[in-house]
């Protein structure tokens, strides 16, 4: 069956922009998790997402949000983005989430200039 | 302070050598996943260890959890070029006491085999 995918691979925006990044989950699988990967911090979880609700939230400001939609797609959203935001992130789903065993994507490596 | 300790934070070895790595925690934890991530990829789940004292295999990779579940570690035997890559631990839900229930990482080795 197909993998976690995620759109766009790569992606580079200004600082004050936003970003809209999108995940498709593996069939079957209702839990899209976010991570933020970065060379200092490593994988920092962001947010989950349970059958179009968040459940649980990482220790992010505000400016990051995101969505679930009812086939379970998920999105992410960066708003106000900062020369910090530069990072891979990756988005893993599962079964049932809650910090079971998790697929994630190949991440999109977004770089804010 | 860090949940979760890998060490060696980096490690290179030539090809068909024997390695170790580990993960170790100050709190006990009742599960632990093994990833290994390669160069521009997400991380791919290895195995998931419960039980302390637990020992698995997987082809040239032998995981042990520890009998007080407080560490865990990663021996590779007669590492190949293949093995290159970032290998993170990384424990379930409900233990960052933050109300956050995703994955908690370490920061992972990164481990080089030079042929």
């Known amino acids: 069956k197909a993998g976690v995918t995620q759109t766009p691979r790569y992606l580079i925006k200004t600082r004050g922009q936003q970003v809209t990044l999108s995940c498709s989950p593996i069939?079957?699988?209702?839990?899209v998790s976010w991570y933020q990967q970065t060379p200092g911090q490593g994988l920092q979880f962001l947010f989950e997402?349970?059958?179009?609700?968040?459940?649980n939230k990482g220790n992010f400001p505000g400016r990051f949000s995101g969505r679930q939609f009812s086939n379970s797609r998920s999105e992410m959203n960066v708003s106000t983005l900062e020369l910090g935001d530069s990072a891979l992130y990756l988005c893993?789903?599962?079964?049932?989430?809650?910090?079971?065993?998790?697929?994630f994507g190949q991440g999109t490596r977004l770089t804010v200039v | 302070t860090q949940l979760l300790e890998q060490s060696p934070q980096f490690l290179s070895i030539q090809e068909g050598e024997n390695l170790t790595v580990y993960c170790n925690s100050s709190?006990?934890?009742?599960?632990l996943q093994w990833y290994r991530q390669e160069p521009g990829e997400g991380p791919v789940l290895l195995v998931t260890?419960?039980?302390?004292?637990e020992v698995k295999k997987l082809k040239r990779l032998t995981f042990q959890f520890g009998d007080a579940r407080k560490d865990s570690s990663l021996h590779i035997t007669a590492a190949q070029p293949g093995d290159t890559g970032l290998y993170l631990c990384?424990?379930?839900?409900?233990?960052?006491?933050?109300?956050?229930?995703?994955?908690?990482f370490g920061k992972g080795t990164h481990l080089i085999i030079q042929p």
């Open positions: 893993a789903s599962s079964l049932d989430g809650g910090g079971t065993e998790a697929f």
């Open positions: 069939s079957g699988h209702r839990s």
């Open positions: 997402y349970f059958s179009e609700t968040q459940r």
């Open positions: 709190s006990v934890f009742s599960s």
């Open positions: 260890v419960v039980t302390g004292g």
């Open positions: 990384a424990l379930g839900g409900g233990v960052t006491g933050g109300g956050a229930d995703g994955l908690t």
